[in-house]
Nanobody, 123 residues
């Protein structure tokens, strides 16, 4: 069984930075891809970023590239999402997810999901 636990969400002001963490446990996953998604109530889940455990290559939503950075800590089985210059429109529930195959950029490609963490950016 795979468990993904996000942390680090909260209430911040516009322009602030925030780092989310996703701790993974259970099955080995060195060949997996870890993704970050976000969702606003009533809207579809949106791709934010992804990183491959094996080689660390990262992928980003074009609209967020430059402000958001994902990284991994192999020793601690944790991935991070560093979010800078936050805007009110970044307010959402942020999820991390694990994909067993490939390097998908859509929710459909992911097999395991965390419970989500709320990020609220005030203006």
């Amino acid at each position: 069984q795979v468990q993904l636990v996000e942390s680090g969400g909260g209430l911040v002001q516009a322009g602030d930075s925030l780092t989310l963490s996703c701790a993974a446990s259970g099955r080995t996953f060195r060949k997996w891809t870890m993704g970050w998604f976000r969702q606003v109530s009533g809207k579809e889940r949106e791709f934010v970023a992804a990183i491959a455990w094996s080689d660390g290559r990262d992928y980003y939503s074009e609209s967020l590239k430059g402000r958001f950075t994902t990284s991994r800590d192999n020793a601690n089985n944790t991935v991070y999402l560093q979010m800078n210059s936050l805007k009110p429109e970044d307010t959402a529930v942020y999820y991390c997810a694990a994909a067993l195959y490939g390097r998908p950029l859509t929710p459909r490609g992911y097999d395991y999901w965390g419970q989500g963490t709320q990020v609220t950016v005030s203006s």
